[in-house]
Nanobody
Framework: QVQLVESGGGSVQAGGSLRLSCAASGYSYSNKRMGWFRQAPGKEREGVAAIYTSTARPYYTYYADSVKGRFTISQDNAKNTVYLQMNSLKAEDTAMYYC??????????????????WGQGTQVTVSS
């Protein structure tokens, strides 16, 4: 059974930083894709970043335009954990952040239907 558990959310002031973690259990594939999504109140869930790992090639990372240069996604395969380092946080980054897992390379990395498993979410609140 696949389980994704997020942690690291909290409240920070604008300009601050947070690092989210997503610990995955029961999920180990040679070609896997892990993503971070977020959902603000009254808005649709949107893709923030994703990382694709394959045995045949180096990993690829993808970012939403709104977070490029501020957020960094990374992974620790030994710990089966994916991280989202968030710097220069803005009030508009306030949302519930979700970790998601899928298989294989896809062009539409930011589409919810491309992911099979989801975590419960961790809240990030940025005050201006």
């Amino acid at each position: 059974q696949v389980q994704l558990v997020e942690s690291g959310g909290g409240s920070v002031q604008a300009g601050g930083s947070l690092r989210l973690s997503c610990a995955a259990s029961g999920y180990s594939y040679s070609n896997k894709r892990m993503g971070w999504f977020r959902q603000a109140p009254g808005k649709e869930r949107e893709g923030v970043a994703a990382i694709y790992t394959s045995t045949a090639r180096p990993y690829y990372t993808y970012y939403a335009d709104s977070v490029k240069g501020r957020f960094t996604i990374s992974q620790d395969n030994a710990k089966n954990t994916v991280y989202l380092q968030m710097n220069s946080l803005k009030a508009e980054d306030t949302a519930m952040y979700y970790c998601a897992a899928g298989q294989g390379y896809v062009r539409n990395w930011n589409q919810l239907y491309e992911y099979n498993y989801w975590g419960q979410g961790t809240q990030v609140t940025v005050s201006s």
